[in-house]
């Protein structure tokens, strides 16, 4: 399957600090990038989808000014959570989709990345 | 609203036990469901995908399952590992193919 890397995989910050995680695919052009939230022994939670040079659409209850989502290029997306808080320590997991695959709709995903907050 | 559960969300068994893995999803108008792996701490491994056409899918000693009509899908494990410990992940992709909906998973313990 396509590969999907995330940087860092962890990651401490204090409260206040913002902090940016980076979604690659590493050997296909990703038209469509999901980002997802995973709090202990909960399900994912989808948290927004970006697609190449246009707005990420955000899922209700997620704040798009804390947290930013950028798509500059089919290999790269990232997630900017501003001004962090500790309620934000989660994990954080980015999935790619590509025309390729348009018939199947399948999203291959990152190995994720630990976010504690101070 | 989709909603998806799994039941147990936690299973202990022996070694060469064959188990089965719940999935149930309220809403039957999907695109297709998604088995995942997830190891402690990790990102997601897919196992298999099953489209909503299909009926079931088998990839080495798993296989799962789907009924559609009835929004219930199995996975089906033979012969258990240790190495199969983990919490296995049931997603639904709406019919617009843009949301995947998770399930919060069972967590599996395999006993040498």
């Known amino acids: 399957g396509a590969v999907v890397s995330q940087h860092p995989s962890r990651v401490i910050c204090k409260s206040g600090t913002s902090v940016k995680i980076e979604c690659r695919s590493l050997d296909f052009q990703a038209t469509t990038m999901f980002w997802y939230r995973q709090f202990p022994k909960q399900s994912l939670m989808l948290m927004a989808t970006s697609n190449e040079g246009s707005k990420a659409t955000y899922e209700q209850g997620v704040e798009k000014d804390k947290f930013l989502i950028n798509h500059a290029s089919l290999t790269l997306s990232t997630l900017t959570v501003t001004s962090a808080h500790p309620e934000d320590s989660s994990f954080y997991i980015c999935?790619?989709?590509?025309?390729?695959?348009?018939?199947?709709?399948?999203?291959?995903f990152g190995p994720g990345t630990r976010l504690t907050v101070l | 609203k989709q909603e998806v559960t799994q039941i147990p969300a936690a299973l202990s068994v022996p070694e060469g036990e064959n188990l089965v893995l719940n999935c149930s999803f309220t809403d039957s108008a999907i695109y297709n469901l998604q088995w995942f792996r997830q190891d402690p701490g990790k990102g997601l491994t897919s196992l298999l995908l099953?489209?909503?056409?299909?009926r079931e899918q088998t990839s080495g000693r798993l296989n799962a399952s789907l009924d559609k009509s009835s929004g219930r899908s199995t996975l089906y494990i033979a012969a258990s590992q240790p190495g199969d410990s983990a919490t296995y992940l049931c997603?639904?992709?709406?019919?617009?193919?843009?949301?995947?909906?998770f399930g919060k998973g069972t967590t599996l313990s395999v006993s040498s």
């Open positions: 099953i489209q909503s056409s299909q």
């Open positions: 997603a639904v992709l709406n019919q617009a193919g843009t949301a995947l909906i």
């Open positions: 999935s790619a989709s590509f025309p390729g695959l348009a018939e199947y709709n399948e999203q291959f």
